[in-house]
Nanobody, 129 residues
Framework: QVQLVESGGGSVQAGDSLRLSCAASGRTFNNYGVGWFRQPPGKEREFASAISWSGGSTYYADSVKGRFTISRDNAKNTVYLQMNSLKPEDTAVYYC??????????????????????WGQGTQVTVSS
């Protein structure tokens, strides 16, 4: 069992930056692939970014590519999402998710919600224009 807790959300202006953190507890985190998803108000949850178990592979949705950077520190059991040049359309609840099934290869990342077993409770990001 892995428990995930997101933090770092908040209300910012367009063009600002935020860094989200996803802290894991319960089990060793370094065999888990991790993803960030987001759910804009009134919309379906969507994929934002993912990282392989050691950080060797990353993947981004087109909507965040070039602005967001995912990274991880397995010694701290934490995955980060650095979000720069934020836009109002980035407003959403951001969730991190993890799954050990994605940890068999450092070239594997999960880009769909059904690939992940463990989810955090989410953190709100609001970007105003």
């Amino acid at each position: 069992q892995v428990q995930l807790v997101e933090s770092g959300g908040g209300s910012v202006q367009a063009g600002d930056s935020l860094r989200l953190s996803c802290a894991a507890s319960g089990r060793t985190f370094n065999n888990y692939g991790v993803g960030w998803f987001r759910q804009p108000p009134g919309k379906e949850r969507e994929f934002a970014s993912a990282i392989s178990w050691s950080g060797g592979s990353t993947y981004y949705a087109d909507s965040v590519k070039g602005r967001f950077t995912i990274s991880r520190d397995n010694a701290k059991n934490t995955v980060y999402l650095q979000m720069n040049s934020l836009k109002p359309e980035d407003t959403a609840v951001y969730y991190c998710a993890a799954d050990r099934g994605l940890g068999y290869s450092d070239r594997v990342v999960g880009t769909t919600a059904n690939e992940y077993k463990y989810w955090g409770q989410g953190t709100q990001v609001t970007v105003s224009s």
